[in-house]
């Protein structure tokens, strides 16, 4: 039987780089995304493997039931989640006039959203081991944040506060789920080229331009699926909660 893994957000940009790889891998691959379903985007995804598309918003609880609930009836397992989805602020306001609706948007989208999908997800795993005892990996759960968790940019703080949030949230679930055989990692991309990041082009260009990163270019979907796939494939059953930097070097300090 194929490994089955959910993919929020995974309908486009980042996500849609996850959910190819992963079908290319030979996963089934539930999305769950709040537009309409994409049909030709579909048709395609299914030329590639088996793939379910459920219609919600990872910021709705009731809509987490509906998306693992579909998963378990089509395949009967979850292997793998990632938590892929997320949002910027609709608008870039300076943080001494960034408004309440803007904050609770993005945190409800990109951290608390996902907290309580890992919560879920997380028991469905627990039990499935529970007819399936032994030191093997029963689940791996993937959170792609941002190099905003730990780089700071005054005009859209609530995305770094969601994106730090996200980073310990991590290191909770990791510690808590190891020995119930489920590994919790964390992928951060940095400058990544999809249509959110596609209005400052200008702007990154030039920082690219002016050495931003020791690797001189943009980053793509694939670049952060290939990470996704490395730490999928259990080959590391003794790590947990480490962080994979997709960034092309920005973390590494530098004079």
């Not at 995974?10 to 709040?34: K, P």
């Not at 292997?79 to 309440?100: F, K, S, Y």
């Not at 879920?120 to 941002?146: C, F, K, L, W, Y």
């Not at 940095?190 to 990163?213: C, H, P, R, S, W």
Request: proline share 4%; aromatic share 6%; with cysteine.
């Amino acid at each position: 039987m194929n490994k089955v893994a959910l993919v929020t957000g995974g309908n486009r940009g980042i996500g849609q780089g996850i959910t190819r790889a992963l079908l290319a891998e030979g996963y089934a691959v539930a999305i769950l995304a709040t537009r309409e379903e994409p049909s030709e985007l579909m048709a395609e995804l299914r030329e590639l493997g088996e793939v379910s598309y459920t219609r919600g918003s990872v910021a709705d609880l009731e809509d987490h039931r509906c998306y693992v609930d579909d998963a378990l009836e089509r395949w009967g397992r979850i292997d793998l989640l990632v938590n892929n989805a997320g949002v910027a602020p609709q608008v870039r306001d300076d943080i001494v006039v960034a408004t309440q609706e803007s904050y609770d948007r993005v945190m409800d989208i990109n951290l608390r959203g996902p907290y309580f999908l890992t919560q879920m997800v997380a028991a469905e795993m627990i039990a499935r081991r529970e007819g399936d005892p032994g030191d093997q990996v029963h689940g791996t759960i993937i959170n792609v944040s941002s190099t905003s968790a730990v780089t700071v940019s005054t005009n859209r703080g609530e995305y770094c506060i969601s994106k730090a949030g996200m980073a310990m949230a991590t290191q909770l679930w990791a510690a808590r789920l190891a020995p119930e055989g489920i590994m919790v990692y964390e992928v951060r991309p940095g400058v990544i080229a999809t249509d959110m990041t596609a209005g400052v082009k200008e702007k990154y260009d030039a920082q690219f331009a002016g050495g931003l990163a020791p690797i001189p270019r943009w980053g793509t979907p694939a670049d952060v699926a290939g990470a996704v796939v490395q730490l999928a494939a259990a080959r590391m059953p003794y790590s947990t909660g480490d962080i994979i930097n997709v960034d092309g070097g920005m973390h590494i300090p530098r004079l």
